[in-house]
């Protein structure tokens, strides 16, 4: 097959396929007895209504979530009429959709954006499956999607690919391009999955708008974003694990606090606004619904007994950063230990869900650098980031101390946020090389997002003063690939030639192992 050939995950003109007969037309009357509001079967629409695909995400092992939005105008608002469409799914065990086992139909309304999120069960652990949507007489294309293993199954293997940050004005996704052909099970979004800004000029496409505020505003965003062929290929062939970051409604906000001038009301209609179109475009369950300004997204998935990823999100429930954030040395309050990246409840649920897992490997699925990182190279003056955990040091000690005293098995951290590729040791203590390694932390690159070029340098300087970091690159956009079985994890950091060709080439650009028991990676 043609490296760059996916006609078996996309294109429309060649998957749009008829549904199987027997499985019944609805009616406009017989859909309208059952929903109150007024309801078109049968609408006509004004484009293609699966203009922003489809996508599966948060895998049990019987079921998925199937994802996707009418939007026959995708940049305007959607196109759709100011009523409720019936759509029709349908999931089947082979490609061509043949052998059919669930099917049913789900009711889109205005509120939701016309939004679609199935939550199916009854399917078998640890296997392929195949899903299409159909409204009126228009079917979607054919996503894959994957089961969770038995929670308590023997497993030997598990694949995987970890992102985040897609600033679209930066470049393309040939990333996602080359992450739809990887041989994996799963992606684990790690946030910055949209940017909030206004347009800017010089990179090789813009934003539609000017910074997005209003509900229809991040709306708008999504589905500009879900337009891009590349990003729509790699959620069509995996279930996605999706998390947010600061982005996705503002930068660096800390629960109800914005980066700018806003007042407290304003910021918190803002957040209801952007959490409730951050739904309407995930493939999450229906726990996951916005209420006002809050939605819960910290959430765990188990694979068998290989391992489970406890999904964080850190900006929700966070305090402010401290000393007035940025790059800068800490003050008095980045020890306090009332501050806080999750919250006390979600601390809690973290720790016990690590000290109660079965799993060979403990994922840690969450936004900023965990680990130290002291960007100044002289070893008598500290400069660190304090939006990082290095600006929330009680919380980040409260954590690693935990891991240095209950040893939950083989813990490891995903990182996004800083648009380059580290790996970290975890130490009880980072200012004492010789202090236990607890943990393992790889950090992701972004699929567009900037770094600098002029921070490579000074960064790259820092690392002798950082002996617990392993690796740092700021040069290369991409993802990483994980490999994970019994005795070890390895990670890929898979990087692009360029973002600025649909078509770049990708390429590994250093590899590291952690081995069964021994935490901590190493270059192989
Ligand atoms: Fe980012």
């Known amino acids: 097959m043609d490296r760059f050939d996916f006609s078996h995950l996309l294109p429309r003109q060649v998957k749009r396929r008829r ?73 089947a065990a082979d490609e061509s959709m043949r052998q059919v086992v669930k099917v049913g139909t789900v009711m889109t309304t205005p509120d939701l954006a016309h939004s679609v ?49 897609q600033d679209w004005q930066n470049g393309y996704y040939p990333a996602y391009r080359h992450m739809a052909l990887e041989d994996i099970d799963l992606v684990v979004h790690l946030g910055d999955y949209i940017y909030e800004y206004g347009p800017e000029t010089g990179g090789p496409r813009q934003h539609n708008s000017p910074e997005i505020v209003t509900l229809a505003d991040y709306r708008n965003r999504y589905a500009l974003y879900k337009t891009d062929p590349n990003l729509q290929a790699a959620h069509s062939a995996f279930p996605w694990i999706v998390t947010w970051d600061d982005h996705e409604v503002d930068n660096n ?63 929700q429930y966070r305090t402010d950063q401290p000393c007035g954030d940025g790059l800068k040395a800490r003050c008095t309050e980045a020890f306090d230990p009332g501050a806080t990246m999750t919250g006390s409840e979600q601390e809690e649920w973290l720790l016990e869900g690590l000290d109660k897992s079965q799993a060979q490997w403990n994922v840690i699925a969450q936004q900023t650098i965990m680990a130290e990182y002291d960007f100044n190279p002289s070893p008598s003056v500290d400069v660190f980031n304090l939006d990082q955990w290095d600006g929330y040091v009680a919380a980040r000690d409260r954590f690693l101390g935990f891991l240095a005293q209950r040893q939950p098995v083989n813990p490891v951290v995903i990182t996004g946020d800083i648009h380059s590729s580290w790996v970290h040791d975890l130490k009880v203590d980072f200012n004492d090389p010789s202090s236990q ?68 080439d990708i390429s590994t650009l250093a590899s590291f192992v952690v081995e069964d028991g021994q935490p901590g990676a190493q270059r192989v």
């Open 437 to 504: 390694t607890v943990g393992t932390e790889f950090v992701g690159t972004s699929i567009t997002s900037d770094f600098p070029a002029q921070f490579i340098a000074p960064v790259t300087a820092a690392l002798s003063d950082n002996p617990h970091t392993k690796f740092f690159d700021g040069a290369f956009r991409g993802y990483v690939r994980c490999n994970l079985n019994r005795d070890r994890w390895q990670t890929d950091f898979r990087v692009v030639s360029t973002i600025l060709d649909q078509d770049a």
């Open 253 to 315: 906000y800390a629960n109800l606090i914005p980066e700018d001038d806003q007042s407290q009301e304003d910021f918190s209609r803002r957040r209801t606004n952007a959490y409730q179109a951050y739904y309407e475009h995930m493939p999450l369950r229906r726990s996951s619904l916005p209420n006002g300004p809050n939605l819960l997204l910290y959430r765990r998935f188990t694979f068998g007994n290989l391992a489970e990823f406890n999904v964080l999100d850190t900006r």
């Open 19 to 91: 549904f199987l007969s027997g499985i019944g037309v609805l009616t406009g009357l017989a859909i309208a007895s059952q929903w109150p509001t007024r309801v078109v079967a049968r609408p006509r629409f004004s484009g293609y209504p699966f203009s922003l695909g489809v996508a599966s995400g948060d895998p049990l092992p019987d079921g998925v979530v199937l994802w996707t939005r009418l939007a026959p105008d995708p940049l305007n608002g959607g196109g759709m009429p100011d009523v409720n469409v019936p759509v029709r799914w349908q999931i």
């Open 117 to 165: 999120h199935v939550e199916v069960h009854g399917l078998k652990p640890g296997r392929w499956y195949w899903y299409q949507f159909r409204v009126g007489n228009e079917v979607s294309p054919i996503g894959r999607t994957r089961t969770a293993p038995g929670l308590h199954e023997h497993v030997e293997e598990l694949k995987f690919a970890f992102a985040s940050c």
